[in-house]
């Protein structure tokens, strides 16, 4: 019976990769076969879809902007979370607790709610169709969860490292950047992951916010139909693109993540 324990999780993966690789045998198809036949493989291999992506200007620009703007709020969201999660690990102060509540129920909300008040904001501002303004939309979900999971882990580092920084002459800062923000990378790395595919993966805001300029790669796969219908094969080819981020950043933080799950609030 030991020799088939292997079995049950060999078909899990084989489930899980399904998908993947059902998407992945779609992209080297044709429409016209992905309609016509059911088969496990092409049967008339071709290459055509990756070739519009990465030569047709709407398509590349497409992830282009997606990387830009994600990577900004990944680094907005974060930079802003580490100092008010070092306040909420650190000091008590009156509504603290009601405050941290009220950030975590920015992060719930859906964000239907916000895509109207942001869109006629940053029109007014002149923000609409720029990188900047999908950034700082979804910093009002990114930044609340940041904290969250920062406040977690700095909850974890004892205080007794800040006191002895400070009997040791450090000013704030240099202790906050050359001493605890190291303490804490896990955290980091674990918060930067989860802002980065949170605005990696939405699209209701990425696309009220823009329209030409900086249109997202996941406003772009919604606009694929033509007259003979919706061009399956792009489709496919354009969402194995899309996975390959994602799984850079989850092969890089991997080591955080397991962290994460471990000591910290994930």
């Not at 980091?188 to 980065?196: D, E, H, L, N, T």
Request: aromatic share 20%; hydrophobic share 55%; with cysteine.
């Amino acid at each position: 019976m030991r020799r088939f324990t292997w079995l049950a999780p060999t078909l899990y993966i084989i489930f899980l990769m399904l998908p993947i690789y059902w998407l992945l045998n779609m992209s080297f198809k044709t429409t016209n076969e992905i309609l016509g036949t059911f088969t496990l493989w092409p049967q008339n291999f071709t290459l055509d879809n990756y070739r519009k992506i990465f030569t047709d200007p709407t398509w590349y620009n497409g992830y282009f902007n997606s990387i830009f703007y994600v990577a900004m709020n990944t680094a907005i969201s974060v930079t802003a979370a580490l100092p008010a999660a070092y306040a909420f690990s650190r000091y008590r102060f009156l509504g603290d607790k009601h405050l941290f509540f009220w950030l975590l129920t920015n992060r719930m909300a859906p964000p239907a709610v916000f895509a109207l008040p942001f869109f006629q904001l940053y029109s007014a501002f002149g923000l609409f169709d720029t990188h900047i303004a999908v950034a700082l939309a979804h910093c009002l979900f990114n930044i609340p969860l940041a904290v969250w999971i920062l406040e977690g882990f700095m909850s974890g580092v004892p205080r007794e490292l800040d006191e002895t920084a400070y009997v040791d002459g450090y000013p704030f800062w240099r202790f906050f950047i050359k001493i605890f923000l190291p303490t804490i990378a896990a955290g980091i790395g674990v918060a930067a992951f989860f802002c980065f595919m949170f605005s990696w993966v939405e699209l209701l805001l990425a696309k009220t916010l823009t329209s030409v300029a900086a249109k997202p790669i996941a406003a772009t796969m919604t606009r694929t139909a033509s007259t003979s219908g919706y061009e399956l094969g792009l489709l496919a080819a354009a969402g194995c693109l899309t996975i390959i981020p994602g799984a850079f950043v989850i092969y890089f933080v991997r080591n955080y993540i397991a962290k994460g799950f471990a000591l910290g609030r994930v």
